[in-house]
């Protein structure tokens, strides 16, 4: 073993593509030759591995730019003001306002505080915790008290607690007030 170690020959690295291919590449292309010093060389494949498997990534990285560019236009083409009357369209109304008043909150943050509050019920009311107690029940979906809404809320939206828009603006209003951005939040708040 010691003299068929010997009279290996250091291996050629081709440099094309070693940006796309990374570490992980460059190792598994070393050690591919390497790993039985007795057998022969195989024959070259028609496409190295390597080469293939970089060429799929780069190909799917270029999938992920376009579909996040087609999201970005349909977010743009909003600005029309025509949102869908659910709840997609609600947090997107909403965080255009928001964006407007350099309010945060990203699309994700805001749904899953909503999801948690209220299951997506514009109308959602907690008549047992403590504030529905004192006669202050949350509403809407981010379930938020009146005197939190009136203080925190956005011109420009209804000022009605349980309209969808207003009720999102006013709670990341709050959030961000309270907890830097609606993204801190990750229980009742």
């Known amino acids: 073993m010691r003299n068929a170690l010997r009279t290996l020959k250091p291996a050629r690295i081709a440099t094309t593509g070693l940006t796309a291919l990374g570490a992980a590449g460059i190792a598994a292309t070393t050690l591919a030759g390497t790993a039985h010093a007795t057998q022969a ?8 591995a390597a080469i293939e498997s970089a060429a799929s990534t780069a190909q799917h990285v270029s999938m992920q730019a376009a579909h996040a560019k087609k999201a970005q236009k349909a977010d743009d083409q909003q600005a029309d003001g025509k949102y869908a009357d659910n709840l997609d369209g609600w947090i997107r109304e909403a965080r255009a306002i928001m ?7 990203s699309y994700d943050g805001i749904k899953r505080n909503i999801i948690r509050e209220s299951a997506g019920d514009p109308n959602a009311i907690n008549d047992w915790d403590i504030n529905a107690k004192k006669g202050t029940p949350s509403k809407g979906l981010l379930q938020v ?3 939190t809404f009136d203080r925190y809320h956005v011109e420009g939206t209804p000022n009605k607690l349980t309209d969808p828009v207003a009720n999102i603006v006013a709670a990341c209003n709050y959030a ?8 801190n ?5």
Do not use: C, F, L
């Open 176 to 183: 961000a007030d309270r907890y830097g951005t609606m993204d």
């Open 41 to 48: 060389p195989a024959k070259p494949a028609a496409k190295p």
């Open 185 to 189: 939040v990750d229980s009742a708040y």
């Open 145 to 147: 008290i009146q005197p």
């Open 99 to 105: 964006a407007k008043h350099d309010i945060p909150g």
